[in-house]
């Protein structure tokens, strides 16, 4: 059964970094604010299972469509998708919403964008969630000496070929993204909403654009990679792109850091376990400091 959110969120279209983002916002205004960035190929509502549990407890849920997806702009070429590009996005977003530091929270994608604003933009995070995706370090050492990884990355050379790969992913309704999501149970019914994210005029280009920068503008390995902020890693062990064997030593790079790996679930650990999600969440943001 879909998820139906009592409390819905209300749109908002915020500048931001020369762009305006469409972002969802819900939770009392007076709440302290977490930002959820969504990873590929999703969008906002890629957390409805967050959304209302975090509102329900007070905070101001903040939760933007990323550059290039769905209602959010879309920028031509590939250059406007570098890594600092998405970072400023976050820290103007912060800075439109009248916020001094934000609870930050990234996925896949989103994920790479929390790790990189925080390494970046320390003081602005007050505490981190990273889902299914390891440092940059990590990840850039652990792909280049393990051939595993590699294969998994397969589809980040496929996204390269511009023109074919919008082909492929397009074609019957873009079947292939569909697919995939629908392995996850939760999303089965409300694919649709996805599908009509996609069709958004210019958005998939625009999202195989974040693969395309990270290949042709290379962010650089940060040279202090040590995230003091408190950190919380959930990772989910039947991840089909990502190596669970990144999550440890991603959180040893993170002194205030703790890894919880969930046994049973996948890349999308937030839609296959969500009680369980939701509830490790909130615990750690209660436990942080305010």
């Known amino acids: 059964m879909a998820t139906t959110l009592v409390n819905f969120p209300k749109p908002h279209y915020i500048e931001t970094n020369g762009i305006k983002l469409h972002v969802m916002i819900a939770g009392p205004s007076s709440g302290e604010p977490v930002i959820l960035l969504h990873g590929f190929p999703e969008f906002w ?14 905070y101001r849920v903040i939760v933007p469509d990323q550059r290039g997806y769905n209602k959010s702009d879309k920028p031509a070429g590939v250059k406007a998708y570098r890594v600092e590009e998405l970072v400023a996005d ?22 790479a964008v929390a790790w990189a604003t925080v390494l970046a933009h320390p003081q602005r995070v007050q505490q981190l969630v990273i889902v299914n995706l390891p440092h940059p370090t990590v990840f850039y050492n652990y792909v ?26 397009s074609a019957n309704n873009y079947a292939v993204m569909a697919n995939e999501l629908k392995k996850i149970a939760s999303l089965r019914e409300v694919i649709n909403r ?13 999202m195989l654009n974040w693969y395309r920068a990270v290949v042709q503008y290379m962010p650089a390995l940060p040279a202090d990679d040590i995230v003091e902020v408190e950190t919380l890693i959930l990772w989910g062990k039947r991840d ?21 790996l969930f046994e049973l679930a996948s890349h999308f650990v937030q839609h296959d376990a969500p009680m ?9 943001f209660s436990k942080g400091n305010s």
């Not at 998994?152 to 790969?165: N, P, V």
């Open 90 to 111: 976050v820290i103007g977003l912060i800075d439109a919403l009248g916020y001094d530091k934000v609870r930050l929270v990234g996925h896949d994608c989103g994920g």
């Open 144 to 169: 280049r000496s393990r051939p595993e990884q590699m294969l998994k990355s397969w589809y980040i050379g496929f996204f390269q070929l511009g023109g074919l790969a919008e082909t492929a992913l």
């Open 45 to 58: 509502f890629g957390w409805h299972q967050q959304i209302e549990p975090l509102a329900e407890q007070g």
């Open 240 to 260: 089909a792109y990502l190596s669970h064997h990144m999550a440890q030593p991603s959180v040893e790079k993170c002194p205030n850091g703790k890894l919880i």
């Open 276 to 284: 369980q999600f939701n509830r490790h969440l909130l615990d750690f």
């Open 194 to 206: 996805y599908q009509d994210a996609w069709s958004q005029t210019g958005a998939l280009t625009a």
